[in-house]
């Protein structure tokens, strides 16, 4: 097998299992919305997602400069 086959099913096997536990992260932070065991201000839950905007954000940031053609130059 090929260093870029290697790395590509490494990303596939190691991604998958990581968004998986984000979004397990994601569905039981959103039990935190029940109002009958949890107290919380609308200011609470805007710095809440605020933070996970921002740390998205930068993922994406990445991600993106990382798919880019590093090796282009100026050209007229």
Avoid: G, H, P
Avoid at 50 to 61: M, N, R, Y
């Amino acid at each position: 097998m090929d260093n870029s086959k290697q790395k590509k099913d490494r990303f596939k096997r190691v991604a998958s299992r990581r968004v998986e536990n984000i979004l397990n992260d994601i569905q039981s932070l959103s039990k935190c919305s029940n109002k009958n065991n949890y107290e919380y201000t609308e200011a609470d839950v805007n710095k809440m997602l605020k933070a996970i905007k921002d740390e998205v954000k930068i993922l994406e940031t990445l991600f993106k400069k990382n798919l880019k053609d590093n090796n282009s130059t100026f050209n007229f």
